[in-house]
Each structure stands twice: as structure tokens, then as C-alpha cells.
């Protein structure tokens, strides 16, 4: 074990980063679902070394389900709730990847979404600071900031676990447990010619196979 880092959360490492030291726990009910499945993690941040490329399980739930600032941690107010990697699309082409559940049933396809994926959005402040000293933010093709809408939906990503198997009883079957929470924000725009979005999700004729 290594002692506390001189990294600090909120200042040098995002709230919501996981640490070397903050093991997997294995799978508990989590508040943050309402007593639901979920995997668990130890809470030990600042010892180690942050892992940037991984969210913290429970953080990461409770960023999305409180709409706390993943970089402070802080709660966040709709007025300031910015994000650089959400993503504009409409709820018809979110349907036709498969991703039917990310927006609600009454929302018509040509409504625009934004899709944040499991990144609930920051404070502006806080994203202007994440953009400035993350090498990652500030490489993607957008370094826009898009104000978060204030309808939104929350869906579940899950892995399916098998419970220990106990003796004398048949092998049990696979449940879902809920690892990290996706956010999708509801915008007040439409997109009349939003099928033009499909074409992308065409294969492409040049690479695809002729046959
Ligand atoms: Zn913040």
C-alpha cells in the first residue's frame, strides 16, 4: 500500500476517477438505485494513483443520480450544467442502434437528444478547467460546451452475474447487476429530416460485401 497521494481531487484528479487503491468490491443493493443490484467499489480516494480511464462505481452512479459535478463533486443547478462529450442526435437514430431505452416512449424520433453516455455534466468553471489541463478533452474534434437540457432520462448499464452457487441447490440463473449510469438529456428541438441521421448507420458500399 502506498500513502496519500499530493494529487488532489477536485483540483488535479476528477472527483469521479477512480484510485488504484479502491478495489471492486463485488455486488451489493446500492442506494443510489434504490436498493437495486449493482457492483460495488471501496471508497479510498487519493491513495495511490488515479486510474483517468476509469469512473469510480458508486461515484459514477451518484454523479448521475444527484447530478454531481464529476469533477468536483459538487451538486450542479440546470443553468450551469455544461458538457464536451455529450453528443447531439435525435431519439431515432438513438432507436435504430438499439438504444430504445436511453430516451422515453413519448418522445417522437425527430426530438434532438443529446447523449452524454455515463458522463453527467459539470459545472461550467469546471469544465473550462477540465478542458485546459486534460490533454484528452482538449485532443477530441469539439472543445464546444453544450448547455445539458433540463429533461432528461437515466438508464442502466448492467452485466449479467451469476450468484454463488450453493450447495444442494441448482446452479442459479444470471441476474443483471448495474455497473455505471447513462444519462440522455431531452432537447426542445426537432429535427425534421432527422432520417438523414440513419444513412450513417448504413453499411458503407465501397468496404461492405458485395454479395
Ligand atoms: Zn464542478
Known sequence: ???RSRLKVGVDVPWVTSWSQEEV???????????????HQA???????????RNHLNRQRWSVRRMLCPMCGQPTSHGDRWT???????????????????????????QVVLNAGAIAPLHR?????ALA??????ALPSTEL????????VFPLTIAATPPHVL????????????FLQLCGVTAETDPRWRRGLRDLAPDPLTSDPA
Not at 468490491?25 to 457492483?39: E, I, K, M, N, W
Not at 453544450?146 to 432520462?153: K, Q
Open 168 to 179: 444442494a441447490a441448482a446452479p442459479a440463473a444470471p441476474i443483471a447487476v448495474v455497473t
Open 125 to 129: 468553471a469546471c469544465a473550462e478547467r
Open 25 to 39: 468490491l463485488g455486488v451489493r443493493p446500492c442506494a443510489s438505485l434504490g436498493g437495486g443490484l449493482a457492483l
Open 84 to 110: 464536451q462529450t455529450g453528443r447531439l442526435t435525435t431519439a431515432g437514430v438513438l432507436r435504430a442502434r438499439g438504444l430504445g431505452p436511453a430516451v422515453p416512449a413519448d418522445v417522437a424520433d425527430a
Open 43 to 53: 471508497e479510498r480516494p487519493e491513495f495511490g494513483r488515479p486510474n483517468y480511464s
Open 133 to 138: 489541463h486534460c490533454p484528452h478533452l482538449g
Open 146 to 153: 453544450l448547455p445539458f437540457p433540463e429533461r432528461l432520462t
Open 1 to 3: 500500500m502506498t500513502g
